[in-house]
């Protein structure tokens, strides 16, 4: 090796990056001032890429898509923007942007989303798929019950991967770096001899996981030959390093198409051979900042192909690259170096963007340089996101995570995800009004509720009532989750990713909510004021009225913030007593993405006055408009909902014009800064912060190709403003920018 | 044509000594005073600037009454978010008409271990506005009008610039901080002679940190017309960049920092 000795520990013995991390890290206290811009190569590739995108957006959002391939690790040929300016190589298939048909996980989907452009797969795939081979939709829909496909179908459960990819895995993609594959390969193997004893149905499975995780392996091998690379060894410098981890990745996206594919946490790792090459003067500052920058730019490439029904529920084409950066190691260092600022700096040398999802992991002790850096970030590009590292190292137990998805902790190599998407809360409470049944339809949705015939909402009726709908309604989305996550990982599991991870990995299920607000506001209207509902002749309410006024969640009164803290910690504590495939742990996240609006569609009149079909407040947000104490009282009433009840994650997104913020540059950095250490020192879990003037955005809407980088954070993850539906563009305006009078 | 209230024992019309009547609260203020701050706008004031973009806090029966220990147990919740600089800005309104429960505010806020600061236009200075700025403020913000008498009654509708000059001596004599805050109006607020007259004025205070410039601008006016007043300044045109610089080239001569907002 032409690099300097690694410091050793555990980590050359057991396959465990986050020892060697440990060992060998250059934590950084300084400021941004030694960043470079993007070198002239790095320019050039990014003006093919930014014609490439706008092709693909003049095309309806699809550049191009091979019909022939079924993609997986090893399945195209090498692929290059431009061959002779790319440091860091690989794209998921031959061609830039060019999506590929991954049909494992439902084959429905692929159809429909070729069909939508004109196409259709070619024969051969056709017939494989209509006829021999059975996918994971196909799997899930052979044993969901009656039940499960009318709570499916009318609204309760949305968003559940059942005919695509679920995604949130994070593959451990830094080991290809620091041991080779090679070396991995061995381990399997060894793990593989020592899953002994009786063959029941859980060594079995894990025997054949095992075989096939190294098969996967010696996939990523083949795949980095066709670009030249010999993977089955350790990296050797820097711009190894990077290739390396990013061959992982690639070979992740290749296989699988999660809605959420997170990298993880490499910045830090990376900083190691990095800082290296720079103390041997093998690279000067330019090379470190290309390597990331290109590593960058192939990340932004990332594509599925989706059908357009999808995008109403996760709009603008996301990835969920996940990259989470900064944070403090157990013994009180700061995981924060250079490379963490160097990651940070692609959000200037290639503009804004949403992917890589970009999240800082917020300490109170980060170094100050690099709260301010981030704050600047923050204010000048509105793509990243910020979570409590304090809290969740603490209560999770490592400080070795990643972030699933938009929000969701992660142990790297060591745990994983099962996606759940999220059940309708708000729709779970009109089901206590209406007996049980169905608002819109009246279909009979669960037993046990008693119908309600006063004249006014009686308070303590309806909260008995409640908690009986959200008994019932764990029960089936628990068993839709079942169904769906043993059908995965039958006909679709995530061989590549697993391979990088732990063999037998803790899991946790990952359950959702949408309609908190809803929720909270409804109990309130109904405790404090007086709520007529108004019934058709069926006896189903189709209206409030409300009279008088009530406290309103997101002004920091705890009368109303109650109900969400309650709401959540009893859905939470219904789902953690059913059982879970695989023994997974359960856990919830108040998140929504950008599906509140097509929950709001589903939804009739709620008692909090919100008509019906109306778009609820995303996460964990406060209903636009009605916070109206300003910004702080809003962050306290989110903060209140208990992280204990909600491990998956609790998404605030935080608006506010410029100048609200402060006068100047320097006010606006201090003040972003020591807001966000306020509200994270109140066990708050997350933030996306926008910094923008609504007149922006508005302007966007009029004029796009103005703005063709213009991001903007939604819940739990940042979008393309432009790629956006004009309704849901409409939805974001209208949320609430804070601006003080 | 503004009508002059006359003084009256009680300032602000209230049932309690325990409360203050306020307008409104803003959560996260960052532009009274420095840091984040809870700004609590105090209802009253006995002028009628020209200019005022909160003229619905003028009215000395307007507003609500809140109880002071509400008030504390608000700052308190937002204590985190002051970090080292933030705090609690009383605004108003003239916060200084309410001194006496303010006194009690601000010992409490104090107990609290929360930063206070005074928006005030000085107008008023007794017994227990003197304990305020001796003991319980840890800043001031002090609005100087106009430099000469007749703008200052143009301006406010009231007379006797000196209150405000006699509050600023006050507080330099107690040696605790001070900023002064002053609107820039072309042609009014905004000349030379007037800058520098001010300056020569407060050029020995020691404890004037800085001076705040606070370009005129209408966006109060829609405030003016839901009360059915009459807004008078209607033809004043908003500074240009260069007569702003101007400006805030002036004030440099003769203070320590002068911030544009």
């Not at chain 1, 046990?448 to 019932?472: H, Q, S, T, W």
């Amino acid at each position: 090796m032409v690099v300097k000795e690694f410091k050793s520990g555990t980590w050359i013995n057991t396959i465990d990056v986050r020892d060697f991390v440990i060992n060998n890290v250059t934590s950084y206290y300084g400021d941004d001032t030694f960043l470079v811009g993007a070198s002239e190569r790095t320019k050039r590739l990014w003006e093919v890429c930014l014609q490439a995108t706008k092709e693909e957006r003049q095309n309806n959002g699809l550049r191009s898509v091979d019909t022939e391939t079924i993609s997986g690790v090893n399945n195209f040929e090498a692929g290059y923007i431009d061959k002779e300016n790319e440091v860091i190589v690989g794209l998921q298939t031959d061609e830039l942007l060019k999506r590929a048909m991954k049909p494992f996980g439902g084959f429905k989907v692929v159809q429909k989303a070729l069909s939508e452009h004109g196409l259709v797969a070619s024969d051969t795939v056709s017939e494989l798929f209509s006829k021999y081979v059975k996918s994971h939709n196909d799997g899930v829909f052979s044993a969901y019950n009656a039940e499960i496909r009318k709570f499916r179908s009318l609204g309760l459960l949305t968003g559940l991967p059942d005919n695509y990819a679920r995604g949130r895995i994070i593959g451990d993609y830094r080991r290809i770096a620091l041991y080779g594959i090679d070396r991995l390969i061995e381990v399997k193997k060894a793990d593989k001899a020592a899953i002994t004893g009786s063959m029941t149905d859980a060594v079995i499975r894990l025997r054949e996981e095992v075989s096939d995780q190294i098969k996967a392996l010696q996939e990523i091998v083949e795949m980095g030959a066709k670009y030249g690379l010999d993977l089955s060894r350790p990296a050797e410098n820097a711009r190894e390093a990077v290739q390396w981890t990013y061959m992982g990745y690639l070979a992740a996206v290749k296989e699988q198409d999660g809605a959420a594919m997170s990298l993880g946490n490499v910045s830090t790792f990376l900083d190691i051979y990095i800082q290296n090459d720079l103390e041997e003067g093998l690279i000067t500052e330019v090379e470190a900042q290309e390597y990331i920058d290109q590593f960058v730019m192939k990340l932004r490439m990332v594509r599925h192909l989706r059908m357009s029904a999808y995008d109403e529920i996760f709009a603008g084409d996301p990835t969920w690259v996940t990259e989470a950066i900064g944070g403090m190691f157990e013994d009180g260092r700061t995981k924060v170096t250079k490379t963490s600022f160097r990651f940070l700096n692609t959000l200037y040398n290639l503009g804004p963007s949403p992917e890589p999802n970009i999240t800082i992991l917020w300490s109170q002790n980060l170094p100050e340089n690099f709260k301010k850096y981030c704050a600047k970030v923050a204010i000048d590009t509105s793509s990243i996101q910020f979570e409590n590292d304090d809290m969740m190292r603490t209560l999770r137990g490592s400080d070795d995570y990643g972030i699933a998805c938009c929000v969701s902790y992660q142990a790297l190599g060591k745990q994983i995800q099962f996606f759940g998407a999220r059940t309708n809360l708000a729709k779970t409470l009109l089901l206590a009004i209406n007996g049980g049944r169905c608002e819109n339809t009246g279909t009979k949705m669960v037993d046990g509720i008693v119908p309600m015939e006063d004249e006014y909402l009686d308070f303590n009726k309806v909260m008995a009532n409640f908690k009986v709908a959200m008994k019932e309604v764990a029960r089936v989305y628990n068993d839709s989750m079942n169904i769906i996550h043993y059908m995965h990982d039958k006909y679709y599991y995530e061989k590549a990713q697993m391979a990088l991870i732990d063999t037998n990995p803790d899991i946790n299920i990952a359950y959702g909510i949408a309609g908190l607000s809803i929720v909270a506001d409804s109990l309130s209207a109904i405790k404090y004021a007086k709520v007529k509902p108004i019934r058709n002749e069926e006896g189903l309410t189709v209206d409030f009225k409300i009279e008088g006024d009530f406290p309103k969640y997101g002004n920091d009164d705890d009368r109303v913030d109650v109900f969400a803290h309650d709401a959540v910690a009893d859905f939470n504590k219904e789902l953690s007593a059913l059982p879970v495939y695989k023994n997974a742990a359960p856990t919830l996240s108040v998140l929504t993405i950008t599906s509140n609006v097509v929950y709001g569609k589903k939804t009739g009149a709620t008692p909090d006055g919100r008509p019906k079909g109306v778009p609820f407040a995303p996460g964990a947000n406060p209903m636009h408009g009605r916070d109206t104490n300003g910004a702080i009282a809003s962050l306290n009433s989110v903060a209140k909902i208990d992280y204990e009840d909600s491990q998956d994650g609790i998404s605030n997104t935080f608006s506010i014009v410029p100048k609200s913020l402060g006068a100047s540059e320097t006010d606006r950095i201090s003040n972003l800064t020591t807001m966000l250490d306020g509200y994270f020192s109140r066990n708050a879990q997350h933030l996306n912060v926008n910094v923008l003037n609504k007149e922006t955005l508005l302007d966007a809407m009029e004029n796009p190709e103005n703005y063709p980088q213009l991001t903007i954070r939604v819940s739990g993850y940042a979008v393309n403003f432009i790629r956006l539906t004009k309704e849901q563009q409409q939805e974001v305006i209208t949320r609430s920018f804070h601006q003080s009078m | 044509m503004f009508v002059g209230v006359l003084i009256k024992k009680r300032f602000v019309i209230k049932t309690s000594e325990n409360t203050l009547r306020v307008h409104s609260i803003e959560s996260f203020g960052t532009h009274d005073g420095p840091g984040i701050r809870m700004v609590v706008f105090l209802q009253g004031c006995k002028l009628k600037c020209l200019y005022c973009h909160n003229p619905d806090t003028i009215d000395t029966h307007g507003g609500k009454e809140y109880a002071i220990e509400n008030l504390v147990e608000r700052a308190v919740k937002m204590k985190s978010y002051f970090g080292k600089e933030g705090g609690v800005t009383v605004s108003g309104g003239e916060p200084l008409l309410q001194s006496k429960e303010l006194v009690h505010f601000f010992k409490r806020l104090k107990e609290e271990g929360i930063h206070t600061n005074i928006d005030t236009n000085g107008r008023l200075l007794n017994h227990y506005a003197e304990e305020l700025l001796d003991d319980y403020a840890d800043l001031i913000m002090l609005d100087i009008k106009h430099m000469r008498e007749d703008g200052y009654q143009m301006i406010t509708g009231q007379k006797n610039k000196e209150t405000t000059f006699n509050l600023a001596k006050y507080r330099e004599a107690s040696g605790k901080p001070m900023w002064l805050r002053y609107v820039l109006i072309p042609e009014i607020t905004n000349k030379p002679e007037l800058l520098h007259e001010m300056g020569s004025y407060f050029k020995d205070y020691k404890t004037i940190e800085k001076i705040e410039l606070q370009p005129y601008h209408k966006l109060g006016i829609h405030k003016w017309d839901a009360l059915g007043w009459d807004y008078k300044l209607k033809d004043a045109r908003e500074n240009t960049p260069e007569e702003i610089n101007q400006a805030v080239h002036i004030l440099k001569q003769y203070f320590k920092e002068v911030k544009t907002n």
